[in-house]
């Protein structure tokens, strides 16, 4: 397990599992109790204890469970293998040289890249950065 290739490209956020899913869950426009009226019954609890419980997962304070994502990920779009490569890391099981990827600002990976119209998004040169959020049609600050 010596053989790591070091990225070409700089990265900047250190995402974590929780941090991951928040940045997932805002670029697809949902509030937690959005989220958390759409997820299932798992765990047994009233909305807004889910919400809480929610915010907890996005703070790294509670693992995610297998469950919660595969709720989750029907929720809003999820790179699994992402956000298990995050957990892994996490954990100390992963060298953080291997962090995947990830677009700063909207979480997109080459497995989930944002589309606008047919267009999926690329990477910006060496940077952890997408072409779409290089170039927001809006041009609204971040
Ligand atoms: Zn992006
Ligand atoms: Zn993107």
């Known amino acids: 397990m010596t053989n790591i290739d070091r990225p070409s490209w700089t990265r900047t ?7 991951y899913l928040k940045v997932r869950r805002r670029t697809t426009r949902l509030e937690l109790a959005d989220v958390a009226a759409q997820i299932g019954t798992i765990p047994h609890v009233p909305e807004h204890d889910r919400v809480a419980w929610l915010e907890r997962i996005e703070a790294d ?8 994502i595969d709720q989750l990920a029907r929720v809003f779009r999820l790179d699994l293998q992402v956000l298990a490569a995050l957990a892994a890391i996490a954990r100390g099981e992963r060298d953080a040289a291997l ?13 989930l890249p944002c589309v606008r119209g047919h267009e999926a998004c690329a990477w910006v ?10 170039h927001p049609l809006s041009g609204a600050a971040a």
């Open 61 to 68: 304070l509670v693992p995610v469970s297998p469950i919660t």
């Open 125 to 134: 040169n060496g940077q952890d950065l997408c072409t779409a959020c290089d």
């Open 13 to 19: 956020v250190d995402f974590t599992p929780g941090l």
């Open 99 to 111: 962090t995947p990827r990830i677009c700063r600002i909207c979480a997109c990976s080459w497995r």
